[in-house]
Each structure stands twice: as structure tokens, then as C-alpha cells.
């Protein structure tokens, strides 16, 4: 079955077909880096990296880059107020990003280029389209010319004729059209410059993206990925200049994330709702905040609530809590090796969800829903003599597991590792939850229930959950 996937230029759901057969060439917006991450960029770092694991799954080279835009009006205001150099601000937050990154577990890109690295691309690339009639000069300043192109607005579906300066549009009287978008930017007093043959100056945000893209990847690509806030203006322009440069298209298909909604509400610094990665992170373990992410399809939006993290946390540590229960109760059962064939029919559904344009929600269902027979079969057979069935499927489901970790980034850890992450967080030290376990157990032994229960209770008002099983009592924070 071909993979499908949602073009936001055609609007519909189609059979993604390479360029080449076997090498996917992928190009994704990364971040203007002045400031920390918020949920917001992770939503779309998750996303795309699982896209990228799952063609890698499936048998495709991918060339994968991702940008950082390292200059910018933002980085020189932000570096105006702190009272630095633009570059300090930059690599700040370039080192910042990549550790948010890193914690939720997404893949380094094969390639991160800076705008900074790529002006001379992006100066021969504004003089293709001066040459060519597309972009003109205007007092050190270079302008592209929307109304050249014919095919602006295909990609968000807007009219030209309809379209008017504002919040999305840069303003400058001096523009032979409202519409018309900087190339270049002449450069201010103590700004950062670059000399061109308009003078000195910088980029303008758009161009950074096509001249990377085209430089590294070539003139058509496969894949151009982004947030749906991207679509107009950023992606639209990138599609104007690229094609009038090359006179070829710029990209066979087009995706592009949903957002992410605060308690309903649009995130937004002027209301003040913005959910900072690492504070997301300070209650929640990385792994229940992917979760969270991948449990609605990219494409929609997605609410944050106080509860949503704890309802990821409460599934991951169900899926490791029925993880280990089958390796400490079933262990030379598990050892035995799953043949390849009925582990591609066990991970068929798995995989018919992520061929349906990347479906992670739908996946993670199926993945709950084998927790769901494991622990059926487990009590079943600790009722009786396990049967010929039991011993073939429950290494089947392991294996599930183990397959499905490997794109989706989740459910990749071993129980104790996810356990003792749990408990690194915990409000009270490893040693005194351990010391008031054994007088639990003692108070058990002893048939003082009442003593038992009441710590039990504490530990649990501590943040705490004791779980007695066969092997013993286990504890997770």
C-alpha cells in the first residue's frame, strides 16, 4: 500500500511518488531564533520528524534539512534590548532550541543550514530574478514583483486581485505595489551587513528558505514542510521567487501542521498563553509530552489543557507498566524470536494508519489496543497453563512494540529506563519512599492493613503510586 499524503496545493489526499524511487528530498521551516521554544515549534519538530522516520521505515533515503533564519528583525530587536550582539543572540538560542529538541527525542536533521551561511546563494538568487524582470531595485532596497507571477496564490487559494497590505504584508511606500515583498533590506545604522551589488544590507525572510532549499536540494523537491501559519505569506512568496528563478516547480507536495490551542485558545504572546517547552517539560517526562503531540493528526489542531499532559503521562505509564509486567512475568516466553511474517501481519494496522498520511493518532489507538490484549492474555494465562496461542502472540505484541518505537519515538524505552526517569522526579527522596515501602510491607505481614493503607495514602498524596504485583511492590512517581 503507497503511502498517501495531504497536499495542501491540491487540497486533497494523494499517492506520494518521489521524484526519484528510493530518495526523498525534504525541506522543513525551522525557527527564527530569539527567544525559547514554545509548544508550538514542537508540535511541528514531532511532526515532521516521525514523518521522516516513517519514510526512512519504509524503505526511502531522505535527505532531510531543516533551517535555522539566524537574522531577522526579532534577533536584532532582542538583541537591542539585552544589550548584545546579534550573533550571541543566535547561537543562544540556536543551543537552546537544539536541547528542546533533544529532549523530546526528535532526530538531528542531516542538514541545518543558517541564513547567515547562505547569502551568497541568496544574492545570486536575487539577481536571477532582477535579470529576469521579477524583483526590482529600489534605493539599496530589492523588491519582488507579485503581480509578474502568474500563479501567485495557488498554494492558499487567495485571489490577487483581493488581496490587500497588512498585518502578513511588509508596508513601504516606496514599493511599486502594495503587495510586493522585500528580497533585500537596505541596512539601518549599527545593523548587521552584508555588501551585495544593491549595497549593504540583509535578507528579507523569505528568500533565506528558497536559496537554502534550492542550494542544498536542488530546484524541484519532494517534500516542503512547515506550520499552517506558514502557508500565506512565507510559503506562497517562497513558491513565486523560486519558480520564476528556475522556471520550474518548486515542490511536488506541500504539508503543513495544525496548531496548538491553550484551553482552547489561540496561542498568542499578546495574551500571554505561551507554553515554553522546557516548562511543559518541569512536570511532565519528555516522553508523555511527545505523546501528547502525536495523539491528534498533524494536520489538526490540538488543545493543551492542565489535564492533557497528565493523560499522556497516564497512558505511557500504562503502556510500561504492561511492558514490564510481560518481562518479569513472561521472560522465557519473550525470548522467543517473532517470525518476520506474523509480525508484519500484527503491524499491519499500525502501519495502514501511518500510511494514511501519517495518522499517529490512529497508530497510537492500535498500539493501545494490543496493551489492551496483552494484558488480557497475561491474566488468562495466569489462570492456567499457558497455551501454544499465548506463547506465539505475546512476543508478536513485544515486537509491535519495539517496530512501532522506532517511527513514532515513543514507547522506544525500556521499562526500568521510563521508571527511573519517573522517579528522578519524584518529591521525596528514593530512600525514604523505599524505607516507608518496607513498612508497608511489614505492616502487611503482620495483617495491620490499616497501618498498610494509610501509607499507601501518603505516598500517594505525595505524588507516589505503590502497584503489587507477583514480584513484588513497585513504586513510580
Known amino acids: 500500500m503507497p503511502v498517501k499524503v495531504y497536499n495542501t496545493m491540491t487540497g486533497k489526499k494523494e499517492d506520494f511518488t518521489p521524484d526519484a524511487p528510493a530518495r526523498v528530498k525534504m525541506y522543513v521551516c525551522g525557527p527564527t531564533v530569539y527567544d525559547l521554544s514554545h509548544i508550538g515549534h514542537a508540535r511541528s519538530a514531532v511532526a515532521f520528524d516521525v514523518i521522516q522516520r516513517y519514510l526512512r521505515y519504509s524503505g526511502y533515503e531522505v535527505d532531510f534539512t531543516k533551517n535555522y533564519t539566524d537574522i531577522d528583525d526579532k534577533i536584532i530587536n532582542r538583541a537591542n534590548k539585552d544589550g548584545v550582539d546579534w550573533k550571541e543572540i543566535s547561537e543562544r538560542y540556536i543551543k537552546a532550541y537544539d536541547e528542546d529538541m533533544a529532549s523530546l527525542g526528535v532526530e538531528v536533521p542531516g542538514r541545518r543550514p543558517r541564513a547567515t551561511e547562505t547569502i551568497g546563494k541568496i544574492i ?24 509578474k507571477f502568474s500563479g ?22 516606496r514599493k511599486a505595489d502594495p503587495l510586493d515583498f522585500a528580497l533585500w533590506k537596505k541596512s539601518k545604522p549599527n545593523e548587521p551587513s552584508w555588501e551585495s551589488p544593491w549595497g549593504g544590507g540583509r535578507p528579507g525572510w523569505h528568500i533565506e528558505c528558497s536559496a537554502m532549499c534550492i ?27 523560486s519558480e520564476a528563478a528556475t522556471g520550474k516547480p518548486f515542490v511536488r ?53 492542565k489535564d492533557s ?54 497508530a497510537i489507538g492500535m498500539i493501545f489496543e494490543e496493551v489492551a490484549k496483552a494484558n488480557r492474555m497475561m491474566d488468562e ?63 502487611r ?7 498498610a493503607d494509610a501509607i499507601r495514602s501518603d505516598l500517594l498524596k505525595q505524588g507516589i503510586t505503590l502497584e503489587d504485583t507477583p514480584l513484588g511492590t513497585k513504586w513510580s512517581a
Open 445 to 451: 505481614r503482620k495483617k495491620d492493613f490499616k497501618k
Open 215 to 241: 542550494a542544498l536540494l536542488g530546484e524541484t523537491i519532494d517534500i516542503h514542510g512547515g506550520g499552517k501559519d506558514l502557508v500565506f505569506p512565507h510559503h506562497e512568496n517562497e513558491i513565486a521567487q
Open 309 to 362: 499532559l497528565k493523560e499522556a503521562e497516564a497512558k505511557a505509564e500504562r503502556f510500561y507498566r504492561t511492558l514490564r509486567r510481560m518481562e518479569e512475568e513472561w521472560p522465557d516466553i519473550l525470548n522467543k524470536t517473532t517470525d518476520p511474517a506474523r509480525l508484519k501481519e500484527r503491524l499491519k494496522p499500525v502501519r495502514a494508519a501511518m500510511d494514511d498520511d501519517f495518522n499517529t493518532a490512529g
Open 124 to 147: 545570486e538568487l536575487i539577481g536571477t530574478l532582477i535579470g529576469k524582470g521579477s524583483a526590482y531595485v529600489m534605493d539599496g532596497d530589492v523588491y519582488y514583483s507579485v503581480r
Open 253 to 305: 507536495y506541500w504539508l503543513h501542521n495544525g496548531f496548538v490551542n491553550i484551553e482552547s485558545e489561540k496561542m498568542s504572546k499578546s495574551i500571554g498563553n505561551i507554553l515554553l517547552i522546557r516548562d511543559a517539560l518541569k512536570g511532565h517526562t519528555p516522553e508523555s509530552v511527545r505523546l501528547f503531540l502525536l495523539s491528534s493528526h498533524y494536520r489538526s489542531p490540538i488543545d493543551y489543557t
Open 152 to 173: 501567485y496564490g495557488k498554494l492558499s487559494g487567495r485571489n490577487i486581485e483581493e488581496l490587500e497590505s497588512g498585518a502578513r504584508v511588509e508596508v513601504d511606500e
Open 381 to 443: 494465562a495466569e489462570k492456567g497453563k499457558p497455551g501454544d496461542a499465548f506463547k506465539e502472540k505475546l512476543p508478536a505484541v513485544k515486537a509491535v512494540f519495539k517496530e512501532a518505537g522506532k517511527f513514532l519515538g515513543v514507547f522506544a524505552k525500556t521499562p526500568e529506563e521510563y521508571f527511573d526517569e519517573l522517579k528522578s522526579r519524584a518529591r521525596l527522596p528514593k530512600e525514604e519512599v523505599e524505607r516507608l515501602m518496607e513498612e508497608r510491607e511489614e505492616a
